[in-house]
């Protein structure tokens, strides 16, 4: 007997992020479609009908910008152009369009923290103390030695400050020195930015990705000065701004910070600031509790999370197109990482982080990486995928630095994974090498194998997208006497709905309190509270009504 999933479709789809299945791509690595070896926005557009077919319902691009691409398109120059090696902004129009016709919102990553260095506004800035534009950066003349020491890049920086020759002062850069940092506290930079912002919402974004939030958010204190400026009202100023210019826009925001600061982020009162945030802390500890096949970790990093408003919701994902970081461990608890999942030095980064993708990671272990993805579908929040995660395709950590995880989409087993006609020694980034590189790992083959991932993955999207108690539900941990299970429940007008995941390599033995009678509904039948879980083994259960 199958339970009736229907539910009203008013009540969930005004605030669409609370329900939605993300894909995060990069326009670059997608598909070439004119063999320069950098993907494109046609090429992406002819893909379109694979990531319809998936189930997604929306779209985040990585940074498409006109960039000099020193840190992958995250150094804008033009905040209103498309980056011509992928195309035009007509090509851009016509991908949004495609994409809308086969019912896929698109979002952007937006980078309001910082500029390339040889944006414009930069370039006025350094050239003339008096520009309008001088103020758009953060300057001081000696970098304020009780400022925030903590660089996002140790190594490749050194100081979050340069002096530069041409301005005789020095500028503030979080991240690369080829990104100074915009001065958020300047009223005419909010200006500037909500501008762009409404440029690429008329052209039909739904929204976009906020980066490094805490970095702009704080950034009045890193120049050394003090104010009584609420940094905050940025962000509230921001959101109303983009509802204004349209109802259903979305804020989703990179904010890696400790449980106990992230509630502010949404918002104080009713989450009117950024709608989701990306749960970095169950990320982390989803990785210690794969290590140690316990629950445990995760079961208390989910206890930690704040509980948020209504229209807020947690952005989840089991990697994105960085490294993983691991900063939010303990120095030990991320040594036990290191060890199972980046033996080699080279796999690791930044002192704190992983560049490789899970399914390296698990050794291709399909059983873990199911247990892991169930768990990516499951756990609160919406999920976020990224390309080729539908795959379970590899990485190259031949590639520079976190390029690693950024190498192309892997459609067929021919030259390049087919996704370029180019000279393989001229593409923007190479193919993932060994066993899941496009020769083995593609989704060609995939989409011929009813039991590929790639099938797994799309029935479990749409069991997601017909699961909204996941997505709107009020999440509860349900003790259970084996460490190694995570239940977690879900209760949302009047419908109960339990997830099942088994962290060990052996089986477990649970029994489910206080449920009446079970459908488990990946296997589409009546079961009893009493499970049996094989290894690694998940189950997504409702009360039968
Ligand atoms: C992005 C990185 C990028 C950095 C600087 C991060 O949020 O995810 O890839 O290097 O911001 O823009
Ligand atoms: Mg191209």
Redesign the pocket.
């Known amino acids: 007997m199958a339970a009736d999933r229907h539910v009203p479709l008013a009540v969930t789809s005004d605030l669409w992020w609370k329900n939605a299945i993300v894909y995060c791509l990069d326009v670059e690595t997608f598909q070439d479609s004119d063999g320069d070896g950098v993907g494109d926005f046609r090429g992406l557009t002819e893909r379109i009908d694979h990531l319809a077919g998936l189930g997604v319902s929306c779209l985040w691009l990585m940074p498409f910008f006109p960039t000099p691409d020193l840190?992958?398109g995250?150094?804008v120059t033009d905040y209103y152009g498309v980056d011509p090696r992928l195309g035009t902004l007509g090509d851009f129009v016509e991908f949004v369009r495609t994409a809308r016709d086969r019912g896929l919102r698109v979002i952007a990553?937006f980078?309001v923290?910082?500029t390339s260095d040889r944006h414009p506004w930069f370039q006025a800035a350094r050239a003339d103390r008096d520009s309008p534009y001088r103020d758009y950066y953060v300057w001081v003349d000696e970098p304020p030695e009780d400022g925030p020491t903590d660089l996002?890049f140790p190594g490749p920086e050194t100081s979050m400050w340069r002096y530069d020759e041409e301005a005789g002062q020095h500028y503030l850069h979080r991240?690369?020195r080829h990104?100074p940092d915009l001065n958020a506290a300047n009223p005419r930079v909010r200006q500037e930015i909500a501008r762009a912002m409404g440029f690429w919402l008329e052209l039909g974004l739904s929204g976009f990705r906020i980066?490094?939030v805490p970095y702009f958010v704080e950034e009045l204190g890193a120049s050394g000065e003090t104010t009584d400026q609420d940094s905050h009202a940025y962000l509230r100023d921001m959101h109303a701004f983009v509802t204004r210019r349209r109802g259903d826009a979305v804020l989703v925001g990179?904010v890696n910070l400790p449980p106990d600061e992230l509630r502010t982020y949404f918002g104080d009162d009713e989450g009117e600031k950024l709608d989701m945030l990306f749960d970095f802390v169950g990320n982390q500890a989803l990785y210690l509790a794969l290590v140690r096949e316990d629950a445990g970790p995760l079961a208390r990093a989910l206890s930690t999370l704040p509980r948020i408003p209504d229209r807020n919701q947690w952005a989840r994902f089991v990697r994105?197109?960085?490294e993983l970081t691991l900063d939010k461990l303990s120095d030990e608890e991320r040594q036990e990482v290191f060890v199972a999942f980046a033996p080699d030095e080279e796999m690791r980064i930044f002192g704190r982080g992983i560049r490789r993708r899970l399914p390296s990671m698990l050794g291709g272990d399909r059983e873990r990486l199911e247990l892991a993805y169930s768990l990516l579908f499951s756990l609160p929040g919406t999920p976020v995928l990224l390309y080729g995660e539908e795959i379970g395709m590899g990485d190259n950590l031949a590639a520079r630095g976190?390029m690693s995880v950024r190498t192309p989409m892997q459609w067929t087993d021919e030259r390049s994974g087919g996704f370029s006609t180019a000279d393989p020694a001229d593409l923007c980034v190479p193919t993932a090498d060994g066993e899941r590189g496009p020769e083995h790992v593609n989704v060609a083959a995939q989409e011929h194998d009813a039991e590929s991932l790639l099938n797994w993955t799309t029935r479990i999207v749409r069991l997601r997208r017909e699961t909204p108690e996941i997505g709107w539900g009020d999440p509860a941990l349900v003790s259970v006497d084996d460490d190694a299970v995570l239940a977690l429940r879900y209760e949302w007008r009047g419908r109960t709905v339990v997830c099942v995941h088994n962290f060990a390599g052996r089986e477990a033995r649970i029994s489910l309190p206080d449920v009446g009678e079970l459908v488990d509904v990946l296997a589409g039948r009546r079961t009893s509270p009493d499970l049996e879980l094989e290894p690694y083994g998940y189950r997504w259960l409702r009360e039968a009504g």
């Open positions: 840190d992958d995250y150094d990553d980078i923290n910082h996002v991240f690369y990104q980066d490094a990179e994105n197109h960085d976190r």
